[in-house]
């Protein structure tokens, strides 16, 4: 481990265009190389910037397609090969899709389970496949409140936060011991430009918000964040609300 619990080692964002990713980043760019992966790479001038900025000693960025997992494992080995062992891995990607359409349209529904839980699913098959091999690493895996308690108004991107929140934990329980440590994160509402133009919900937090609890429980060596961490006993607590109460829930 590096400073103050931290691994040592290139930092990897998966999504080098997400909000919370980059905060995330930026937070752990002081003195480390960092990739920013991401689809049309040649456009991430703005990002590297801003990484470079925050004291990162280099700043590289790779073409990423999530949606192309056999691509995935030569991907990752090429990285860690070229820009050195990847110590934190932030997996940032991620859609939310249109709900009332993935209704009617199955391959929407689809496209939306194979990106926010299949190539997810693959990407930490292939890092934890890396990092275990060095005995070492951190993954950050961004699941959501929304897959805590399926919801009627987005059971779609609900059941994919779901899917990926139980291979998450069951990954974390694969690595007990192994030296690599995967920090489970559940934001509710998040303000940002994926959820611009929708009513912010109660608990609401933004970008900044949950990349400090994100990096605060890498330090700390959690296994899971809540933000803010008054909803883990709200959702507790909402577990148990009857069904025909629950189906008329809101996003």
Known sequence: MGTRGLADGTVLLLGGRSEIGLEVARRLAPGRAVVLAARRSGELDAQRAQITAAGASE??????????????????????????????????FGVLGDQQRAERDPAHAAAILHTDFVAQASVLTSLANLMRARGAGQLVVFSSVAGVRVRRANYVYGSAKAGLDGFASGLADALHGSGVRLLLVRPGFVIG???EGMSPAPFSSTPDQVAGAVVAGLRRGGSRVWVPRIL?????????????????MPR
């Open 193 to 195: 430009r994926m959820t």
């Open 232 to 248: 883990q006993p709200v959702f507790f607590a909402m577990r148990l609300l009857p069904q025909p109460i629950w189906r008329r």
């Open 59 to 92: 700043v590289h960025a790779v073409e990423f397609d999530a949606d192309d997992v056999a691509s995935h494992p030569a991907l990752l080995e090429k990285i860690a090969a070229e820009h050195g062992p990847i110590g934190i891995a932030v997996l940032a």
